[in-house]
């Protein structure tokens, strides 16, 4: 294995140099320069102590991800692996724990002592409280900034459907309770936009993932033209499938919108239209504010890019507007 002082040598800098990059000092150099050390590591495959590096920051090489209880989609996998690449490349490993364990997370915290912790969720209170009086670097988005996107997400499904000629709108949640911290704030956008713009709601379904559910839920929709704003891709091919089984005209009188731009909404036929997110800008925004000084947190501008680049992508499922 390569040594620090064949790295220095390799990348044609001071061992102290090598050093101070990968014990967390890399801004007291030029991105050249980090890169250039970083670029001759991995060309030798030099692996800094984990121990030492421990002794010299008071941390350890590991950041620890937060995921929210929700279901662990292709999207959210996707935000996973560009957070967890992005990581690598500054040195750092990610840890992968779910939200709400606790008091069995401090404990993880106090003996992993990481670099940081990235929360995908809202922290309770208390737990953040004991993270910032650790010196954890805790980067998280705020409750109503999450709030904000989820009801933008909202009003951009009903303003789709309205805009596809659709005279009233049904909004489809999940009946499961770990959901319905992302899918009340969705619902709220819908009715927010509808009553601004005078469209009829129908009364909001919630759905047990199981064919006779979906197909009950299905069957209170009235006939005639109706649009439904589903909470996720899984639900809309649920609506999807049961509609086509109860022969329902889709798009032509049922049109389906989703949310997360999955593989699976581009599998069914008709395939469906749904809501995209830039992950690649959301990724990369969360590991550049770790890597910033401690006590950063994540730019408010950066949050409403990410509201800023919600999309569209049309799919069959609902009239060409």
Partial sequence: MATSAQVAAHAGVSRSTVSQIFNGHEDLFTEATVERVR?????LGYRPSVA?????????????????????????????????EGLASAGLTNLLRFAGSGDSLHDTILGLRPYGVISLAPVPPAQRKKMLAQGVHLIEQSTAMQVAIDRAIGQLQARHLVSAGYDSIAVVL???????????PREEGVHQWAAENGVHVLPTVRIAMEHSDVNAAVRQL????????AYNDEVAVAVLGAALYQGRKVPEDLGIIGIDNSPVAHATSPTITTV?????FSGQEIVKTLLRAPGASLDPDAELEVERRLAIVRGGSTRSS
């Avoid at 670029?39 to 060309?43: G, H, I």
């Fill in 174 to 184: 999940p009946a499961e309770a770990r959901e319905q911290a992302f899918a009340s």
């Fill in 39 to 43: 670029a001759s590591a991995r060309t």
């Fill in 222 to 229: 009235p006939t005639g033209s109706v649009g439904v704003a």
């Fill in 276 to 280: 995209d997110y830039d992950m690649k």
């Fill in 52 to 84: 030492g590096r421990t002794l010299v920051r008071g941390t350890s090489d590991i950041v620890i991800t937060l995921i929210p209880d929700v279901t662990f989609n292709p999207r959210l996998r996707e935000l996973i692996d560009i957070v967890t």
